[in-house]
């Protein structure tokens, strides 16, 4: 009976007219880019085929000198449509939301980076990975693809151009400290620091360092998930591992150092200001600094 009553109302709409509504924009918010280490082949098996794990991409972005790719042109492939829900992100958070796979376009590039795992201590980074250079074809390709994906959905935030490590901080290490946001940000995409406001923080914190509190917060501000402990411990080394490979690829350490304090900060100046003043305020409690 139920059935019968939705046929019967169906039924009975008839003809819809549009009456166009200003008031919606794109469901897309987030652009997360990450490598593939597997070659292109088995990348295109993993990403469109089933398996007891499935995972997927929107597009893919080959590597030229990849023998398992056979064609002559280099080009992009999309796998998923845009407007469809790509299985890529995971367990994933940033700024405030999580499980972003329903909101996000995810950008698969391959690159065969390999990775080593660590029984060091635990102030260690858990792996020694190696990662290739990217080619200058693959990045002329993907800015290009990136270039469309924006004006297809111009809401999308400068911070809201992420890798795949920084979604996920402590599993995953993709697209790398290779990757070229600097250049990608010179052109208009993504989001990158001044050199002046990194200086002037720089000199501040140099003989007024920040406390870990209000690094760890600062972080949350940016978008990672963080919790604020006040403490050095595995999950701000983790955040700070993935901050750095964004951010300051010289020196992923995992630790809160003062260039990277510096760059922490003259992004949430230039991106979040209206979070700044409460980030740079130092109680007595915590001068103990770095």
Request: aromatic letters at 8%; charged letters at 20%; proline letters at 7%.
């Amino acid at each position: 009976m139920a059935g019968l009553l939705s046929v019967s109302a169906c039924s009975t709409l008839g003809k819809t007219s549009s009456l166009p509504s200003v008031n919606y924009n794109s469901r897309v918010s987030i652009i997360v880019i990450h490598h593939t280490s597997a070659n292109f082949e088995e990348s295109v098996n993993i990403l469109t085929k089933g398996s007891s794990n499935p995972v997927s991409s929107h597009y893919l972005v080959p590597e030229p000198s990849d023998i398992s790719y056979k064609q002559k042109k280099l080009e992009v492939f999309e796998l998923v449509p845009e407007s469809e829900r790509a299985w890529h992100a995971g367990r994933s958070y940033w700024a405030g939301k999580s499980g972003l796979n329903d909101q996000s376009i995810g950008i698969e590039v391959v690159n065969q980076t390999y990775c080593k795992t660590s029984t060091a201590s635990e102030n260690k980074p858990p792996r020694l990975c190696f990662y290739p250079d990217f080619a200058e074809s693959q990045m002329d390709i993907l800015i290009t693809l990136l270039n469309g994906i924006l004006e297809r959905h111009p809401n999308i935030k400068p911070t809201n151009i992420v890798g795949h490590s920084d979604i996920a901080p402590g599993r995953k290490i993709d697209p790398g400290p290779r990757f070229p946001w600097e250049r990608l940000y010179k052109l208009g995409i993504g989001a990158w620091f001044d050199d002046a406001t990194v200086v002037k923080y720089w000199e501040n914190f140099t003989s007024n360092p920040m406390p870990i509190t209000n690094i760890q917060e600062a972080l949350g501000v940016y978008g990672y998930k963080i919790e604020p402990t006040g403490v050095v411990d595995e999950q701000t080394r983790n955040v700070l591992r993935s901050f750095q490979m964004h951010f300051r690829p010289l020196d992923v350490s995992g630790q809160p150092s003062l260039e990277s304090t510096a760059i922490l900060f003259a992004l949430i100046e230039k991106y979040h200001p209206n979070r700044l003043d409460k980030l740079l305020e130092v109680g007595d409690e915590d001068q103990s600094g770095q």
